[in-house]
């Protein structure tokens, strides 16, 4: 999980995926666990409750790699994800926490 | 109207009571401190049989046996800490081969989770890449509704293992329960895209070689029979996973027996020239598959799967349809012109006549394949074939004449050795009217020993056909192919006398060496009950052939 540098941005294709998934201990676990065993790294991750905390939503900045595409099927498939959508690197999710990261 | 009857129960209770309402009637495990209230509580069940195991996997391969042979979910029960680690070789084994499989675990109480309590081990977060989904248990009113999503999760879809991790305290937590759950079920299955399936069709009816790729999805989803009629009515040449054997019979016209590593020549050169592949429940391993890229390099691709993470995974379909194989061959046969395909299966058949399996000493029962063969002869096809790991396990692949889905019980995707015996006890607690013979080998065996005392302790039907060839056999023949005969750690100095240690756990063995007439031992020691051990020695220096080296192309076969 690397802190997000402008030049690198640039460098790779990337992409941001948001799932929304159950707000329960191990959820976290179960999402990262799918890239972790395919050394396929996560560069970002943002995650918060939505509505009444009975569910969170999870942002997740990753490089555009060929296995993107199953990557997704498979946190469709976990019994904690409810939805996953695929944005551009250039989402503001990610761009307007760099202020934090300076 | 009534009142519902409050009754007040502990999370054990809770536990055994949701089992039995789940048809549970048979279970295996290992009892310890953290899971000794669910079995105080089970033991005042009149309904579920606990089958005691003499370690954690062999516990969990027992209620795969029961899952593989009825397909129905199997369970196990194992304590917190190195109870739980050992489930989790079965539990990986149980994911890779889509066995549904609800495991249930002890933990320490909640407030001593995280401290290094005596046998407290992170159960959930180890098994988090092994199963379908698990669960910690906060409280014992969560156990009405996580039991049977457990069994429901394990059952449904692409079927798999499920995990119960439930803390100590919970189990003690008295709760007040007045509506029970229902039982969890399997959950309605999807409606295909006829879209889909009708272009399948018409790729079907247009092609000129085509071949029909069964995998193990079909013996799951209870396809065999529409497989079957399908490949007769489209004349397709079928070839099968290891895990699909018996959806076709062997010995059927159109049948060309396993693909892969050690398939036929006839069979990988057959794929080599399709020019249409109807994938149904096969997920392109690469042991069926070889290097991808040369796999059916003419062939447009049709591939049916329930898993949609399957379609695309491995290689790109021209037509990827996520269903049910059995919902979508429904749909797919009527739409399937009848097709006599003369030219291309008089061209397989050529195939076949001029590359046959060579399967030498067929007719000798000291030789393996003569022994598998001999073993075939003495039993019908309601029996239950089931093996370890390794080079046995790809000659009985071979030999044996599998015609029944469910009949063949084997460690496919993740290749435990160890498997067999466990796996074959539990088939025989839950068909006990079928006869159960596992085949293993010297170095398969001794790794789940110390469940013949499970099976002569439950007086289970199960033959263990024991071929030893005083080696790791598949190590030894790679070794002597690819590595210079450098055959390393894989010959065995010290070997055990087999028929003592078999005796010494309290089953009745022979000795085929010993025997003037092997074939009639062989007969007589298969129609008795009960469990036996049946030894018999190999040559060391054969091998499973053909054999496609890791990495290579099917068609580059050698030997066979």
């Known amino acids: 999980m690397n802190a997000i540098f402008p030049a690198e941005n640039q460098a790779l294709a990337r992409a941001v995926l948001e799932l929304d998934v159950d707000n329960q201990a191990g959820v976290m676990s179960h999402v990262v666990s799918l890239f972790s065993r395919r ?58 926490l760099e202020a934090f990261f300076r | 109207m009534t009142k519902p009857l409050t009754e007040t129960l502990t999370g054990a209770q809770i536990v ?54 009825t397909g129905q979910p199997g369970v196990c029960l194992a304590s917190s800490g190195p109870g739980a680690t050992n489930l989790l070789t079965a539990i990986a084994d149980a994911k890779l081969d889509s066995i549904p499989l609800v495991a249930i675990t002890g933990q320490v109480p909640k407030a001593m989770i995280g401290t290094d309590a005596f046998q407290e081990v992170d159960t959930y977060g180890l098994t988090i890449p092994i199963t379908k989904h698990n669960f910690l248990v906060n409280s014992a009113d969560e156990l009405l509704e996580i039991v049977p999503r457990a069994f429901r999760l394990a059952a449904s879809g692409r079927p798999g293992p499920v995990v119960i991790d439930i803390p100590k305290d919970v189990q003690t937590q008295v709760v007040e329960v007045s509506v029970w759950p229902d039982p969890g079920v399997a959950d309605p299955l999807p409606e295909p895209d006829v879209a889909l399936i009708a272009r399948a069709a018409a790729m079907i009816n247009e092609a000129a070689r085509p071949i029909l790729y069964l995998g193990g999805g079909v013996v799951h989803s209870g396809a065999s029979e529409l497989a079957l009629a399908l490949a007769e009515k489209a004349g397709l040449p079928t070839v099968m996973t290891l895990m699909a054997l018996g959806c076709m019979p062997v010995d059927h016209a159109l049948s060309l027996g396993m693909l892969g590593m050690h398939g036929a020549r006839c069979t990988n050169l057959v794929l080599d020239e399709c020019d249409l592949l109807i994938a149904v429940g096969a997920r392109f391993d690469d042991r069926a598959t070889g290097k991808v890229a040369a796999f059916c390099p003419q062939a447009k691709i049709i591939h049916i799967d329930i898993d949609p993470s399957e379609l695309d995974k491995i290689k790109s379909a021209h037509v990827g349809i996520a269903g049910d194989v059995l919902s979508v061959l429904k749909l797919l046969s009527p739409e399937v012109e009848t097709h006599l395909r003369k030219r291309w299966l008089s061209h397989v058949a050529g195939l076949k006549a001029a590359h046959p399996l060579r399967m ?201």
């Open chain 2, 360 to 560: 030498p000493g067929l007719d000798d029962p000291r030789t393996h394949y003569g022994l598998i063969r001999a073993v075939a002869e003495c039993l019908d096809d309601e029996a239950i074939i089931a093996t370890d790991v390794g080079q046995h396990q790809m000659w009985v692949a071979q030999a044996y004449p599998l015609r029944r889905p469910r009949q063949w019980l084997t460690s496919g995707g993740l290749g435990t050795m160890g498997f067999g015996l466990p796996a074959a006890i539990g088939a025989a607690l839950a068909e006990p009217e079928r006869p159960v013979v596992c085949f293993s080998g010297d170095g398969s065996i001794l790794m789940n020993v110390q469940e013949f005392v499970t099976a002569a302790e439950e007086g289970v039907n199960v033959k263990v056909v024991l071929m030893d060839n005083a080696s790791l056999g598949l190590v030894f023949q790679q070794q002597t192919m690819f590595y210079g005969e450098r055959t390393f750690a894989s010959k065995f100095k010290g070997r055990p006398d087999f028929i003592k240690v078999a005796e010494g756990f309290g089953l009745r063995a022979i000795d085929l060496d010993k025997e003037i007439d092997p074939r009639a031992a062989l007969a007589k020691a298969l129609a008795s009950r009960g469990p036996m051990l049946i030894h018999a020695s190999i040559d060391m220096h054969q091998q499973v052939l053909p054999m496609v080296a890791p990495g290579a192309a099917n068609k580059e076969m050698i030997g066979g």
């Open chain 1, 39 to 96: 050394a396929y790294n996560v560069d970002g991750i943002v995650c918060l409750p939505v509505g009444n905390g009975q569910n969170s939503r999870i942002w997740l900045l990753v490089n555009e790699d060929l296995r993107l595409e199953q990557m997704i099927k498979q946190l469709e498939k976990l019994e904690v994800v409810q939805s996953v959508r695929r944005h551009r690197a250039d989402h503001e999710v990610f761009t307007r």
């Open chain 2, 16 to 69: 055994v009571r949701l089992l039995e309402r789940q048809g549970v009637r048979t279970l295996a495990g290992i009892p310890g401190g953290a899971i000794l209230p669910i079995y105080d509580a089970l033991s005042h069940s009149k309904l579920i049989h606990h089958v005691l195991a003499r370690h954690e996997q062999g516990g969990a391969f027992m209620a795969q046996g029961m899952a593989r042979a």
